[in-house]
């Protein structure tokens, strides 16, 4: 699979609410990662996914009240390291876990990942992953088969070990992010995670307690009656990767096969849902 990447310059004024608007509506239009810099954000979409329409829902473009300016450019890769190591800091989850890569010195909570993001999307810096990571903390995982389906970095299937999951495997479309799930989960000394190349065609037989996936709003509509069919009698699904309008349609479509709905998360408009059968 190809790494091309379509990289875009915004720079915004006003800088705030701008940018968070912006960010939003790119990510609904298929942009996959950010870095936000002094004057707006860097956003990059895979060339694969990007054509020449892309922008043209992104309302904000069109907006009398922000002053929008970009420029675009095609790139083999992003060194992510380096952006990270440049923009971010650790992340830390309900003062019980904490995210950083191996650049930042080691920091002193229950459940402490090392994550070196490369290009995968996982890091703990987005809405989404950051409320699967509470879901995690605040539910029982101990003695459950797991399954981490669009693992991204691995960083939710690791911390589902470090709570006492057992026999988890994790699966990605995107042969970097196994590469990367690999790497992390030996960074992480996890020893029951298996990482496959796929998607939810994999699923045929194996059964599990939990299956954990952040995607996004069209696959988990799509893959869902897999997912049901892959999860035990008192199973649990969690699901990200969707904007608060669509939890409606996912709670519906969820029902239909049987589930019922706990409760959900939610953060500048992205959602985290927790169901059982
Ligand atoms: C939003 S990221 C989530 C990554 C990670 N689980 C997290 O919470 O940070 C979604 C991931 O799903 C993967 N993906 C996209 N479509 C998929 C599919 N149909 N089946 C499995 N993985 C998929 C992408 O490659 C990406 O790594």
Redesign the pocket.
């Known amino acids: 699979m190809s790494h091309i990447y379509i990289e875009y310059d915004f720079k915004v004024t006003p800088l705030q609410p701008g940018t968070e608007i912006l960010i939003a509506e790119l990510g609904y239009a298929g942009f996959e990662s950010f870095v936000e810099t002094e004057v707006g954000v860097t956003a990059y979409i895979q060339k694969d996914e990007w054509n020449e329409t892309i922008l043209e829902d992104v309302n904000i473009l069109d907006s009398e009240e922000f002053k929008i300016k970009y420029t675009s450019s095609e790139i083999e890769q992003v060194n992510w390291n380096e952006e990270w190591e440049k923009n971010f800091d650790p992340i830390e989850v309900d003062g019980k876990c904490t995210v950083r890569a191996p650049f930042h010195p080691k920091r002193n909570f229950e459940y402490e990942i090392v994550i070196e993001p490369k290009m995968?999307?996982?890091t703990g810096h987005?809405e989404?992953?950051f409320m699967?990571l509470q879901f995690i903390l605040e539910n029982d995982f101990e003695g459950k088969t797991v399954l981490?389906?669009?693992?991204?970095?691995a960083?939710?299937a690791i911390l589902a070990e470090m709570r006492g999951a057992s026999k988890l495997d994790a699966?990605?479309?995107?042969d970097w992010?196994v590469e990367n799930s690999l790497e992390n989960i030996q960074r992480n000394n996890c020893e029951d995670i298996s990482v496959f190349l796929g998607?939810?065609s994999l699923l045929s037989g194996r059964k599990y307690n939990v299956i954990i996936a952040?995607?996004n709003r069209n696959?988990l509509l799509n893959d869902m009656e897999t997912y049901r069919n892959s999860l035990n009698d008192g199973g649990e699904l969690y699901l990200s990767?969707f904007y608060i309008e669509d939890l409606p349609t996912i709670t519906e479509t969820c029902n239909n096969l049987g589930f019922t709905f706990v409760e959900n998360k939610e953060k500048n408009r992205w959602v985290a849902a927790k169901f059982v059968i």
């Open positions: 995968s999307f996982g987005h989404t992953t699967m981490d389906i669009g693992c991204g970095t960083v939710l699966i990605d479309i995107d992010c998607d939810a952040n995607i696959i990767g």
